[in-house]
């Protein structure tokens, strides 16, 4: 599979500047990052949540989880939690499940972005397949999405997509 249309078309047409890579199929995150032979810190994974009655993109780093206590003040909501699938893929058009590029201007969501991921030179991300990833410097993506950055995770176990305080 290749990198979607609409996420080709939007890097495009931001003039943004990366690379596009293929691995062996991988589901998760951290797989993604191991396939690649990226460490877990340096491979940003997309985790959507719904913040009150809408929906924001968390950007974090695959070996992190995300503190939902922390985001949600930072966000200013009173409920925040991790969006089931069936709720947001219809807004993610061309992306297979779970492998959505951190591109919320795409898509009409806010991205708030973890600051460990502000330490790297180059991040690399899902390209809307689980077999394509796009590699681009952390400064490219700051420009392209304008992110929220704040502290919004802590390293975690592969198996949890989120904590609470």
């Not at 690379?19 to 985790?47: C, D, I």
């Not at 689980?130 to 392209?144: A, E, G, N, Q």
Request: net charge neutral; with cysteine.
């Amino acid at each position: 599979m290749a990198i979607p249309r609409n996420i080709k078309q939007y890097l495009f047409h931001h003039a943004a500047s990366y690379g596009r890579k293929s691995h062996p199929l991988a589901y998760t995150s951290q797989e993604t990052a191991q396939v690649e032979h990226v460490p877990g810190f340096e491979f940003a994974k997309t985790v959507v949540l719904r913040a009150d009655n809408r929906m924001i993109l968390a950007v974090l780093p695959a070996d992190h989880v995300v503190n939902l206590e922390i985001l949600k003040k930072h966000v200013g909501c009173d409920h925040l939690s991790i969006a089931p699938e069936r709720e947001f893929i219809e807004k993610f058009p061309g992306c297979e499940p779970g492998s959505m590029p951190p591109f919320g201007k795409l898509y009409g969501l806010p991205v708030y972005c973890d600051s460990a991921l502000a330490k790297q030179a180059e991040i690399e991300f899902n390209a809307g397949s689980h077999v394509d990833v796009i590699r681009m410097t952390y400064s490219s993506f700051v420009k392209l999405e304008d992110p929220g950055v704040v502290r919004l995770s802590e390293k975690g176990t592969t198996h949890l997509a989120a904590r609470t305080a």
